[in-house]
């Protein structure tokens, strides 16, 4: 009887976890994460715009922005700080936003300050995912990534190359001048 009862006990639980989970829909897209930011070149002590934005509508989103927390320090968000936690020691934002009040979202931006100049790369992971008004979520995702080098970095580099042209350039000179001057005495 007991061996009877925890069969059927097993069997309907099983039967209303099949229920319950066809109720959650997964459509079969891939959600493409981009980001994009308000500078192609930075400069020490100036302020960045990231904008990480996604390709469909959502109410939920949960995510890592990654960046390099030696270069950057985060300042905000455009959304409430409940919804994001900045691990400085890994250089992780993560961010876990559901909509209170029924809005969407296709975007969120986050301003850092910028501590070191050299070249910033950011990048997205997923953590729990994203999820439509109707507890859609996406079959696939494609993180996003972006590279943006500083300004100084640059300059730093053309100076120096420049210099090496120019010295290249007067060495040349001064070396065929004495070579003419050889032959003048020569001849």
């Known amino acids: 009887m007991k061996k009877e009862k925890l069969i059927n006990v097993t069997s309907f639980l099983f039967i209303l976890i099949i229920f319950l989970l066809s109720f959650r829909s997964v459509y079969a897209d891939t959600l493409n ?12 002590g100036e302020e960045i715009i990231i904008k ?18 030696k270069k950057l320090e985060y300042v905000k968000s ?10 400085v020691n890994q250089g992780i934002i993560k961010t876990a936003w559901f909509s209170m009040d029924d809005s969407k ?10 501590k070191n100049e050299g070249q910033l790369k950011f990048t997205t992971s997923i ?23 500083s300004s100084e970095n640059n300059s730093f580099i053309f100076i120096i190359l420049g210099g090496v ?3 290249s350039v007067v060495s040349f000179v001064i070396f065929k001048s004495k070579r003419k001057n050889k032959k003048i005495q020569k001849g």
């Open 33 to 44: 994460l981009n980001i994009t930011s308000n500078k192609e070149k930075i400069k020490n």
């Open 105 to 114: 979202k296709t975007s969120i931006e986050y301003t850092f300050k910028v």
């Open 78 to 87: 455009d959304i409430d700080d409940v919804y994001i936690s900045n691990d």
């Open 165 to 167: 042209i120019f010295v």
């Open 127 to 149: 953590n729990g995912g994203f999820a439509t008004e109707n507890m859609e979520v996406p079959e696939d995702y494609k993180d996003g990534e972006l590279v943006i080098e």
């Open 52 to 69: 990480v934005s996604w390709n469909k509508e959502m109410q939920a989103a949960d995510y890592f922005l990654n960046y390099d927390a």
